[in-house]
Every structure is written in C-alpha cells, then in structure tokens.
C-alpha cells in the first residue's frame, strides 16, 4: 500500500490530466471552429498536435527514462503541459492554439511510459498487466471528465478559463511527482548513451515487436483519433444530438474505456496464471472494436449508446501488448521497448486525426454541419488498415 501511495498516485494524477487533455477538444471543436473560423482539416491538425508532440517525444523519452529514471522527467515535462495549457488559454488565432497544443502533448507524453517504467522498477512482473489496468483506468476517468463535468464548467465559465485552471493544476501535479515518488537505482545504470540509443534498431528490427504493435497501432490509433475529437462532430452531424446529448454520448465512452482498462488488466492477470494466453484477450478486443467501427461507418444510430460502450471497452484491451511487448526484450530496456510502441502508436494516431479532417473537407458543409458520406468514407480507410492487420494477428501466438 506504500508503494501504491508513493509511486502508483502520483502518476495517476498526471496521467489524468493527460486524458483530459486529449479529449476536451471533442467536446470544445465547435466553439473552437466558430471562434477562430476553423475549416474541418485545421480543427483536426489543431487537436492532432498533441499527438504528433507526443509522438516525435517518445523515443528520446525512452532514453531519458531508462537514463535518469521517471520521476525527474515526468516532473520536468510536466511543467511543459501546463505552459503549454495556458499559452492555449490566451491564443488569439490558430498559431498560438497550435502551439499551445503541441507543448500540451510534449509535456503530458511520459504519462503513462514514465508509470510504467516505474512499476517495472518497483512491482513484480506477475503483477504488470493489473497495475497497467488499472493504471489506464485512471486515463479513462480523465476522459469521462473531458465530457459532461466539462461542459458543466464550460457553459458558465467558457474554455479559456478551463485551460487556465488546467494550467495551474499541471504545475501542481509536476511538484508532487517531484517531491512524493521516490528514486530507485536503475537498471543498466551507467551504460553509454550511444549504446542506449542504438537499442532502437534493435527494437525495431524485431518481428515479434511488429506482430504486436500493428494490430494494437490499427485499433488503438483509430479510437483515439474519433474519441479525442471526431466522435463528437460525427455525433453533431450524423446522429443528430445536441451538445447535452454529445456530452452524454461521450460520457457513455469514457465510462467504457474506464471499465475495459481495469478489467481488461486484471483478467489478464487471473487468466494467465490458469494457462490462457494474454494474446486471446488481446484478439477477441481487437475483433469487437472493429466491429463496432463497422457500425459506426455505417451510420448506425439504433442504441448508439450500447454502440459506444462496447467500442471503447474493447479497444483499450489493445493495451494488453505492452505487458507482451516487455517480456520479449531485457529489463534494462523497458521504457525503449514502450516508447518505441507509443511512437508508432501516436504517430499513427495523429495521422488518422488529420487525415479524417482531409478527407471531410472534400466534402460540402452545410450550415457548419459536415457531410455524412466524408465520416463514411473516412471511417472506411480506418476499418480497412484494421482488416489488413486481422489476418496476421489471428495467426499470432504469444511468445515470451
């Protein structure tokens, strides 16, 4: 329980800034498309910043971890979060927006690889998958917040005033990782720094590493880029609901990413130790999430909610590879072998945010409304890379 206290809170409490973070803009994108004259390919680049920062920041972040350790660089970055926070709060055309966003995702981009280098520190490896549950779980009541309990503050207060709250509550979130999670000697201390760096060729050259960050990257990448922003306008636009409705919708999502990363985590676990492979939760996730992708390109509306649920309780079982990912590679390596997961995961990401905000400006907008068949034809490129990758990942066996 000390250890829970000393090292798991702290990270949590950042890691929830984090998710907010990442998911405010979904339900912020028509007040920032109004107020700045965004056309739908700024809106996505503008809350996709965040995802290229954060992704250009992993592997020198992987480095820095296994160098100096999480707590000295979490705290530092944290402190970039929430410049960047308030310099988001003050701009006053689409530069500063973009800038702020992107020191946003640089400062928030060790929040979960800084956690889980941690617990390979400090917890045992039986024990992984139900502390990187549970952990996540944390993310998704950061999301759950970025929904109604947002918008309850953002109706009366307005989003500038938000950001600045955020900002002042990020600096105090970098001081108590600083001053509450204590050192621990690390392995592979004194190593030189080229040697660490060339690691990455190693990593990436790895067959098993791509037989597992692929499937992860289509899935995961995808729901990120709809619940961090696209799933709102596609709710305003082809469902139909108002903002009290899209702020429920998006509620009923993060809820459900909530519940799958702690459960998905903690069965993970149980079931290992009685002989069922990780990798079967990992697949039986990936088909449902793509399934409901399915219907959503679809433009099916009947019991939507069920819809969101489902969707973002299996896509976070995509999680389940990075407990995968560390076991294929020596301890000294951990915090490379996960950032050079999330480069590609969040590089993708950001891609597949942009690019959906491309494909709907090919498409005609109707009274600030954009058109059905661009969500459509967007969403079909996102289910077809995930089939791509559906073959290769059935036939996958997990390997330690």
């Known amino acids: 329980m000390r250890l829970l206290w000393a090292v798991f809170c702290p990270f949590a409490v950042g890691y929830f800034l984090s998710f907010f973070f990442r998911n405010v803009n979904a339900l912020i994108s ?91 520190l400090w917890f045992p490896p039986s024990r992984l998958a139900t502390l990187n549950g549970l952990f996540l779980a944390v993310g998704g009541l950061g999301a759950l917040s970025a929904t109604s309990p947002a918008e309850a503050l953002i109706e009366p207060f307005g989003w500038r005033a938000l950001f600045t709250g955020l900002s002042a509550l990020t600096l105090g979130t970098a001081a108590l990782v600083f001053f509450s999670v204590p050192e621990k000697p690390l392995p592979g201390a004194g190593e030189p720094l080229r040697v660490q760096v060339a690691v990455y060729a190693r990593i990436f050259s790895s067959a098993g590493f791509w037989r597992i960050v692929l499937p992860l990257v289509t899935c995961l990448s995808s729901y990120q880029a709809l619940q961090s922003l696209w799933l709102g306008p596609w709710l305003y636009d082809v469902a139909g609901a108002s903002r009290h409705a899209v702020g429920q919708y998006l509620l009923v999502g993060a809820l459900a990413y909530t519940a799958g990363s702690a459960l998905f985590g903690i069965a993970a676990d149980r079931l290992a130790r009685h002989g069922v492979p990780r990798m079967t939760l990992f697949k039986i996730g990936f088909v449902a999430a793509l399934a409901m992708l399915g219907l959503l390109t679809a433009q099916v509306t009947a019991a939507l909610g069920t819809i969101l649920f489902v969707y973002g309780f299996t896509a976070i079982s995509m999680a389940l590879a990075y407990p995968q990912l560390t076991g294929l590679f020596p301890h000294a390596m951990s915090a490379r072998v996960m950032t050079a997961c999330n480069t590609v995961n969040f590089f993708c990401a950001f891609v597949f945010q942009w690019g959906i905000g491309a494909v709907l400006r090919l498409y005609p907008v109707a009274g600030g409304n954009y058109a059905p068949a661009g969500y459509t034809a967007a969403f079909l490129v996102l289910a077809g890379l995930q089939l791509a990758t559906l073959a290769w990942l059935l036939s996958t066996r997990e390997k330690r």
């Open 30 to 120: 028509k007040d920032l498309a109004r107020d700045f004259a965004l056309a739908p390919s700024d809106l996505g680049f503008l809350t996709a910043t965040y995802l290229l920062t954060f992704a250009a920041f992993q592997l020198p972040l992987g480095v820095l971890l296994d160098r100096y350790g999480p707590r000295r660089v979490v705290a530092t970055l944290l402190c970039v979060a929430a410049a960047g926070a308030l310099v988001f709060a003050r701009a006053q055309d689409f530069a500063g927006l973009s800038v702020g966003r992107a020191l946003i995702g640089l400062g928030v981009s060790a929040g979960l690889m800084g956690a889980l280098k941690a617990f390979t």
